[in-house]
């Protein structure tokens, strides 16, 4: 039962592989970092929460152009399914042009749901979410839908010094023109050294779609994950 759980996500990963080599690169690979804390919730403490930092640049170590601040309060229905409201700022910049100052800012608000399952140690996350989006050229709703993947190799299940897999594909909608907005499609791997601190490293692919036309892009992604521990 493992092996055929470990071929069918080593399958999924490789077919999405081949895709992204198959489409076109927009301005080559660039980095993408991400910062999580977060408060999580259980059964017990059914509140919690979390605050999450990203940028973003074009080159890998350099031509920064994107940076957003977000944070949320969460509520658990049960160990495997939470809802979430969440409030951000995101701000970017002409990658060549940093010093003209932003070129889009926008404040957002969304309501999200995730549940989790499980097929034998292979960990399934659905995460749905519904946003509106303040910008400086305009209002905007999207809709997003993200499944995660996670397969723990030396030990059952994540726990102190667990190697493991993981991939997420999301597709965005709007209800404007073009309707499938984007998506993107992400493996990792990563370490968790403690109970609270977990650090992952991958690539992802995005592929932005307008109305006559669209554009992909590679990054290298590093995940820093901490969960503040309860008392």
Known sequence: MRLKIFLFFIVIL???????????????????????????GSTTHRWGGYFEAQNRNYGIASKFYYYELKTGVSYN??????????TGRYTTYGFD???????????????QFT????????KLEHRYRVEQRWLNIGYRNRFRYRLTATLPFNKPKLEK??????????V?????????????????????????????????????????TSDDKNYLIITATYNLQRQ
């Open 77 to 86: 229905f049960d160990n495997n399914s939470f809802a979430l409201l969440g």
């Open 97 to 111: 042009a940093v010093d003209d100052g932003p070129q889009i800012t926008e404040t957002r608000l969304w309501e």
């Open 172 to 212: 965005f909608f709007n209800n404007k023109q073009p309707n499938f907005e984007r998506n993107r499609f992400s493996p990792s791997v990563g370490y968790k050294f403690s109970k609270p601190f977990t650090l992952q490293a991958g690539f992802i692919n995005q592929r932005n779609y307008q109305t006559n």
């Open 14 to 40: 490789a077919t999405a592989s081949i895709e992204t080599k198959a489409q076109g690169q927009f301005y080559g690979t660039g980095s993408w970092n991400i910062i999580t804390i977060n408060l999580p």
């Open 161 to 170: 010094g667990t190697l493991f897999a993981a991939a997420f594909g999301e």
């Open 115 to 122: 549940t989790n399952h499980y097929i034998s140690r292979l």
